[in-house]
């Protein structure tokens, strides 16, 4: 797998050339040193480029193409440092690299100047060098991730790839494929695999990358009229690579339901053996949801603190179908998953709950966004952030778009984020786009302490303010988190919620 750099880059010669170009504003050292606009601006007051218009033009052109030879050449490093060696050949798969491979060519990696990543750092993640990871420990792993209700229908997923032998998947029904790239029923994925990441492009850069190094694909093929009664567990586990680089790992999940059939998929994200494991998981989600379909999603992430986590989930509902997410959010250094939801049909229901914890040195986003585009039409979306260090950040857009056609829609959109100490941020920016004018909708958001009225009435009932504090902060993620529904799984959650503010001491509200 190999992207190139353009010719004229790859041994630093000057990007405009002939008798117009000022040879002395784009020698290499400029390009070394930043200094090419400052130099640019010196000739042109001390009047040694007639050609002003020009000059202009070459600095701009000129800033342009030095962000894109870092990008390349990030793109390029990250692509070169992986091999296919253990690619399965598969067409379909091999339709989508290739598909993505192009998309990166033409592609810049985000900054902060971009507008979507204005307030996520990912600068740490461009600066990293990767690896493939080891694969090691993975057994004892599962050991520690147990659920319950899912002992014979848990789909293992280990650094990107299915792995049948910690699998378990013996009560799930006939007709349902559940399982990698190789043995799925071609048609359908054929049909839908990158289908939803393609229409967004380079709107979303790690889903561009995960097509182009993805080594399988989970699949779970649902036909129509069937309900699957125990929930799906994904376990997805990322391990260390053997040497100092970061392990990198690609896992691509591809879910498809048929016409009335019924489903709870729950995701969980963890670490290998040792909490300190560093790894970058780039992760992507496509759903499609035919007629009368209904999808409950449970998603945990629960990373290493070292790591770095990306995930994109595109969802597509067609008429009557529902789709619940319930998500958690809370263990790598630097988190963001994109959500993408259309709504092609009419009556169809989308519900949405998030809670994110943001400790010391953390970052938390999540950019979704919403369209409604038919008649009768629910979506309700909720947002919960608490961030608990003064350099910890949380991020949330939110994007709810009700379109022409999209009459009669119920619509609601509530962030609420709890700042526990001084100098902790949260950007939040809520956005309800409205067209139709026959419809119910209302957004809000709100930011604050905990509230002095709240911890006078524990206080007055002998309760000291530590607990009080606790039971306040426990009982702010519940809303969400009560949703996972699984109580081995909330208890992993809760535990990471505990070490992360544990890490934080609150302050007294009186002293803030």
């Known amino acids: 797998?190999?992207?190139?750099?353009?010719q004229h880059l790859q041994h630093g010669q000057n990007m405009v050339t002939g008798p117009s170009a000022c040879s002395h504003h784009l020698s290499p050292r400029h390009f070394r040193c930043g200094t090419l606009q400052q130099r640019m601006q010196a000739t042109q007051q001390n009047g040694h480029c007639p050609q002003r218009r020009l000059c202009?033009?070459?600095?701009?052109?000129?800033?342009?193409?030095?962000?894109?030879?870092?990008?390349?050449?990030w793109i390029h490093r990250t692509l070169s440092s992986h091999t296919d060696s253990h690619r399965p050949q598969n067409e379909t798969l091999e339709r989508l690299h290739q598909q993505c491979i192009d998309t990166l060519k033409t592609m810049r990696m985000p900054t902060k100047r971009s507008e979507a990543y204005r307030f996520t750092d990912v600068t740490p993640i461009m600066s990293a060098s990767f690896q493939a990871a080891s694969g090691?420990?993975?057994?004892?792993?599962?050991?520690?991730?147990?659920?319950?209700?899912?002992?014979?229908?848990?789909?293992?997923?280990?650094?990107g790839v299915a792995s049948p032998e910690l699998s378990s998947l013996?009560?799930?029904?006939?007709?349902?494929?559940?399982?990698?790239?190789?043995?799925?029923?071609?048609?359908?994925?054929?049909?839908?695999?990158?289908?939803?990441?393609?229409?967004?492009?380079?709107?979303?850069?790690?889903?561009?990358?995960?097509?182009?190094?993805?080594?399988?694909?989970?699949c779970v093929v649902?036909?129509?009229g069937v309900h699957i009664q125990q929930p799906l567990h994904v376990l997805y586990l990322s391990t260390e690579s053997?040497?100092?680089?970061?392990?990198?790992?690609?896992?691509?999940?591809?879910?498809?339901?048929?016409d009335s059939s019924s489903l709870e998929l729950v995701e969980e994200f963890a670490p290998g053996p040792g909490s300190g494991t560093k790894y970058f998981t780039n992760s992507v989600t496509e759903v499609q949801l035919d007629e009368g379909a209904q999808l409950n999603h449970g998603y945990a992430e629960v990373q290493s603190g070292a790591s770095y986590h990306m995930k994109a989930s595109m969802v597509r509902q067609a008429a009557r179908s529902s789709y619940t997410c319930n998500e958690a959010a809370m263990g790598a250094a630097i988190s963001r998953h994109d959500l993408s939801i259309q709504q092609v049909g009419e009556a169809t229901s989308t519900t949405l709950r998030a809670f994110t914890v943001c400790g010391e040195g953390q970052l938390h986003d999540l950019h979704s966004k919403l369209h409604l585009n038919h008649p009768e039409g629910q979506a309700k979306q909720l947002h919960k952030c608490i961030?608990?260090?003064?350099?910890?950040?949380?991020?949330?857009?939110?994007?709810?778009?009700?379109?022409?056609?999209?009459?009669?829609?119920?619509?609601?959109?509530?962030?609420?984020n709890l700042l526990?100490?001084?100098?902790?941020?949260?950007?939040?920016?809520?956005?309800?786009?409205?067209?139709a004018d026959d419809v119910k909708c209302s957004h809000g958001c709100a930011v604050s302490d905990l509230e002095e009225d709240q911890m006078f009435y524990f206080r007055a009932r002998g309760i000291d303010a530590d607990a009080a504090r606790q039971v306040l902060v426990y009982s702010f993620g519940a809303e969400v988190t009560q949703h996972l529904k699984h109580k081995q799984l909330i208890q992993r959650v809760q535990k990471v919620v505990a070490t992360t503010l544990a890490k934080a001491p609150l302050l007294p509200v009186e002293s803030r």
């Open 136 to 159: 090691d420990g993975a057994e004892e792993a599962v050991a520690q991730h147990p659920l319950d209700a899912a002992t014979s229908s848990r789909l293992v997923i280990v650094d």
């Open 1 to 6: 797998m190999h992207v190139p750099l353009p």
């Open 242 to 258: 053997t040497t100092a680089a970061t392990a990198m790992s690609n896992p691509r999940l591809l879910v498809i339901m048929g």
């Open 222 to 224: 649902v036909p129509a």
């Open 170 to 218: 013996s009560s799930m029904p006939d007709g349902v494929y559940i399982g990698g790239i190789e043995n799925a029923p071609s048609q359908a994925v054929s049909q839908q695999l990158g289908a939803q990441s393609a229409a967004y492009g380079n709107a979303l850069p790690f889903a561009a990358l995960n097509g182009a190094l993805a080594t399988d694909v989970a």
């Open 56 to 73: 202009n033009t070459v600095q701009a052109a000129a800033s342009t193409q030095l962000e894109t030879v870092a990008d390349d050449r």
């Open 420 to 435: 526990l100490v001084p100098r902790a941020t949260v950007n939040v920016k809520p956005n309800l786009q409205i067209i």
């Open 387 to 416: 961030v608990s260090a003064a350099t910890g950040r949380g991020v949330f857009d939110g994007n709810v778009r009700v379109g022409q056609a999209a009459q009669k829609t119920d619509a609601q959109q509530l962030s609420r």
